[in-house]
Structures are given as structure tokens and as C-alpha cells.
Nanobody
Framework: VQLQASGGGLVQAGGSLRLSCEASGRTFRAYIMGWFRQAPGTERDFLAAIAWPGGTTYYGNRVKGRFTISRDGAKNTVYLQMNSLQPEDTGVYYC?????????????????WGQGTQVTVSS
């Protein structure tokens, strides 16, 4: 699976962005898809994940209620809608794919990674 993330940019605090991650490969529907964030000097943190089929979602505490993950099977794309952005949301956002059957939050558990897209939130 190859992943291509896009949609990052500069936004003011309180604003919104939607990230997209397009996956290649015929088995897209078999993978759990997720989003992670890495701020400068920190580890890569889990944000959200969505399973298929059924669309079960799971969110990290820092983004619960503000971010929404979704996927479009026809377009092989997973999205991350980010609302009420704050300066602490600044970082490189990565999409990832996991061929497992259970959503896992540990970064090292995920098998495939996109190249990342930068999100900067100004105060």
C-alpha cells in the first residue's frame, strides 16, 4: 500500500483544515487507516483511526470532539477534518495503514506510512 497525504497548510487558531490521504492498491478496504502527528522534537502521536467495514472509529484524547476521521472506499481515500485548531496542533501529519483487525494506537504497530503534510496553526 502506498499513501499520499495532502491538505496541510497555515491556519489561524480556531480555524479548520481537512487532510486527505489517497491509498493505492486493490486491498485498501482491508486496512485500518489512521492519522498521526509529530511536532518538532517530539514522538509521533496517534490521533485517529477508522476500520473497514463498519467504519468503527477511535480518537486520541487530545483531538476527541474536534477532529473527525472518515473514509471513501470508492476513492481509496481517508480524510481528517480538523476543527477548532490550536497552536499545539502544529506538526507534520502522517497517514498510516494497518492490515490488522484491531485499531492500535502504538506508532510502531502500523505497517505503512505516507510522507506527511505540514500543518501550522498561528496564534
Amino acid at each position: 500500500v502506498q499513501l499520499q497525504a495532502s491538505g496541510g497548510g497555515l491556519v489561524q487558531a480556531g480555524g479548520s483544515l481537512r487532510l486527505s490521504c489517497e491509498a493505492s492498491g486493490r486491498t485498501f478496504r482491508a486496512y485500518i487507516m489512521g492519522w498521526f502527528r509529530q511536532a518538532p522534537g517530539t514522538e509521533r502521536d496517534f490521533l485517529a483511526a477508522i476500520a473497514w467495514p463498519g467504519g468503527t472509529t477511535y480518537y486520541g484524547n487530545r483531538v476527541k470532539g474536534r477532529f473527525t476521521i472518515s473514509r471513501d472506499g470508492a476513492k481509496n481515500t481517508v480524510y481528517l477534518q480538523m476543527n477548532s485548531l490550536q497552536p499545539e496542533d502544529t506538526g507534520v501529519y502522517y497517514c498510516a495503514a494497518d492490515p490488522g483487525t484491531t485499531i492500535r494506537t502504538l506508532t510502531r504497530s502500523w505497517e505503512y506510512w505516507g510522507q506527511g503534510t505540514q500543518v501550522t496553526v498561528s496564534s
